[in-house]
Nanobody, 119 residues
Framework: QVQLVESGGGLVQAGGSLRLSCEAS????????MGWYRQAPGKQRELVAG???????NYADSVKGRFTISRDNAKNTVYLQMNSLKPEDTAVYYC?????????????WGQGTQVTVSS
């Protein structure tokens, strides 16, 4: 069983920055891709940013130019640097990891970390 542990959430004023971390319980080389999703109250969970095992990244239009996803393979950790935060970025942020192998595909989720941006 894979565990993903997020950290780094909190309360910040609009315009501020936070860095989220997601540490995996095993080598992140084993995952095809990892990413960050978020879910605001009353809304569906949405993709914020993703990064493949090869290092390719993609972002939601709403965060392009403000958020940066990165990975540290040696630490089995994926990061989400969030700058110029807006109140609409307030949500629970979830880390995920996708594994495909041996004929199966599995998506793992972390427990989530709350990000609150005050105006």
């Amino acid at each position: 069983q894979v565990q993903l542990v997020e950290s780094g959430g909190g309360l910040v004023q609009a315009g501020g920055s936070l860095r989220l971390s997601c540490e995996a319980s095993r080598s992140i080389f084993s995952f095809n891709a990892m990413g960050w999703y978020r879910q605001a109250p009353g809304k569906q969970r949405e993709l914020v940013a993703g990064i493949t095992s090869g290092g390719s990244t993609n972002y939601a239009d709403s965060v392009k130019g403000r958020f940066t996803i990165s990975r540290d393979n040696a630490k089995n950790t994926v990061y989400l640097q969030m700058n110029s935060l807006k109140p609409e970025d307030t949500a629970v942020y979830y880390c995920n990891a996708d594994y495909t192998g041996r004929g199966v595909s599995v998506r793992y989720w972390g427990q989530g970390t709350q990000v609150t941006v005050s105006s």
